[in-house]
């Protein structure tokens, strides 16, 4: 019975300082047109859907796509959309959760800088299922999109930094809200209905730090996607929620974090946008590595030394990198991706960094370990995170050191777009589907002038 | 890159004193068999499902279910499995989910005291649908009925009563984990497989207070059944969830209650039930109105007096009673379930508190607004929350007053098995789906001697 007590009261006791946020962004999302977006944004979209392709293009032959594959195929009602890089096809619901999962499945996807979200995995996922099944513009996608990232990107401003250090696995979480809003705007939906559609979302918001390193975790980020779009579908039909799934008493930000910015989610709403705070990986690592490895490849790239040379190399930075990266034992590419020692092996024995440096095979190789033991970590607090020094010292006496002010792909050093593009190149062999990388970067450049966004979902699929 | 740092430590983090939680609940659960299973456990099954089924029965044809038919049928592969009193035929995840709403949408279902979980809606649904498409006995059934709801209830146990009162619907939340130990244990998986499944499970616990109310309540118990059969399905393909998602650092206990009582999930385990402490409600309405009620209609029984001559009406009891219930002027049916004044009201002038004296067209009613106005209360911390008092006082200066010390439907006071056959009838009748109801009762209270598991659900569905 509590249940039904609480029910009433929770609802009429929104926070009256809140400004009733929900129902703000559910009028502005329902308002706001592609006129209302500045050029850097409408760039910063297409930009993220670059990147987004290629980290999918990647993921979607892992083992982890290829069990859910199979489990999911078993509950498609219709075969209506494809998967990014595969030829099976789905209906929407599972296609948005797949090709959400494979896009993050190596964590190699974008990162909105203040709340470390993966933005765009479940909020583009859910409207390219959706495109496949319904007429849409490329503009009204990316306009959809857009939204979709703000709206994700502002419920994780509002909780952080407490929700994902308590262990909510924000990328889906928030994605979930993400991806309904989208499809809500994308669909037509008004303002009532939007709210109705991110009530549905706080409904199915879920997934937890835990499962991170192991399968389960990429069930959370499909759900994000899947989710996300069934709400909005829900409310398409007037399936209602409450009023104040956000900011109301035992709503979203309250229930996940303790002290929770309810202004985040509607201060400076139209002005201020998320996707300029959004970050692409130039390798398939933890961000306090990109430094590192930037060094390394610099190094390794004027050597005039071999590897056997070296007696051993000191690595400075903020101690948060040591914390997060000395792991001198790893066992598998995952783990691979999280470690100092590791890292600087490869980048210096190979001039590498891409997936295959951080895979299981070459985790197995042993002169990498022995190397990767030679690391030193010297702490300096006053060092930012995005920078890092690698000195090589040589059994001759001679050290040659690199120091990195600003890691490549970080919010000082973004990609540009032509290593955005190549990012998509590398990542489309590695998945090795057979899909031509050149077509999508093309369209997606000038995505808002296609009149059919299901284009995207054709030059994306193999068959 | 956070994600990937956390997902090590955590890992590896799990607190020693935990005892392998999840691993040991895993263990029993893949040991466990129907010899180790209670009489009165056994019995206690029986009664929940048929509980189970009469509330099904009757939210099956609620404008809730009726939306949510209309999208989830648009997303199923095949016709395999059916939903309760309705002849659409669905997937057997998106029947699942129905089956699990239906049985939920007006809260009339059971609930597991310690932690308010209504506690078969997840799990039967989820292994319902499981049964028709895959042959199992109603022993079977049974089994991992009576494991999905241990599994469930301790977990809540173990995060109560923080959990509920932080925000979490604990039904959805604790639901998901019940349906996915059950279906991986009538899959025949082994521990390790067991406890991927609460780890894919794990991925997916959510469901908020603040959807209370309203129709996106609905879909978090719906997902409940849905992805915990999910989470099974996907186990037995191996894939593979964290060690420990309970108990872990950043595990489900963890980060959905400050202070958990790990030790609640394997203390006593296979010798305390929770299906003994399972409750079922003989009216629709938040429980601590369960003794008001009683009295009511006691009072209605031997009345020699008509409302009109009704002064007043004192209502005695614990402060908590008139906290959640003092609702004077009720807009809806729903609204209706938590009013000490419509209750009294209707029982009084109707003599009966079914769920069509606690719908929208009773609440319309104004001479019962009008009588609910000459309500009471009189706090009394003393007295327990399952009992109370209601004194008529008569203009002619008569009063006339009941005591119930134990409402009917409480632990103390536990329906009968003719009184749950008899909410059977009554609330097939309600649900209008033609449903024969002595057919379904007869094959529960005999089902742990059933062949084919599959035989209830075709005496269930409307044709």
Partial sequence: ????????????????????????????????????????????????????MAVALAGCTDPTLDKAVRVYQRFGADRSAGMIGRCERFDMLNAAALNAMSANVFDF????????IHPSAPVAAALLA??????????????????????????????????????WHITSTCGVFGAAAAVAKVLGLNARQIAWALG?????????????????????VGNAARNGLLSALLAADDFSG???PLEGTRGFLRVTAAQPKIEALTDGLGLEWSLLSNTYKPYPCGVVLNPVIDACLDLRRDAHWSLDDVERVELTGHPLLRERTDRPAVRSGRESQVSAQHAVAVALATGKAGLAQFSD????????????????????????????QVAVVLRSGDTISRRIQAARGSLAAPLADVELAAKLHELAAYGGSGVAPQPLIDTLWRFDGEADAAVLMKLACAN
């Fill in 1 to 52: 019975m509590a249940a039904q007590s609480e029910s009433s009261s929770s609802q009429s006791s929104t926070n009256r300082h809140a400004g009733h946020a929900t129902q703000r962004i559910a009028q502005w999302g329902a308002a706001a047109t592609w006129r209302d977006v500045p050029a850097a944004v409408r760039h910063e979209a297409k930009r993220a859907l670059v990147n987004y």
């Fill in 109 to 116: 996807d974008d990162t909105h800088i203040p709340t470390i």
């Fill in 130 to 167: 959706l495109a496949q099944t319904r007429p849409m513009t490329g503009e009204a996608l990316l306009l959809a999109f857009v939204l979709g990232v703000e709206v994700e990107c502002r419920i994780g401003n509002a909780v952080s930094p407490e929700h994902y250090q308590r262990g």
């Fill in 200 to 220: 549905n979302a706080s409904a199915q918001a879920g997934g937890l730090v835990e499962t991170l390193g192991t399968m389960s975790k990429s069930i959370s």
């Fill in 242 to 244: 409450p009023d104040a």
């Fill in 361 to 388: 095979s070459a985790v197995g190789d042993p002169s990498l370990r022995a190397f990767g033991a030679r690391l030193r970590f010297i702490d300096d607090p006053s060092w930012p995170v995005e920078s890092a």
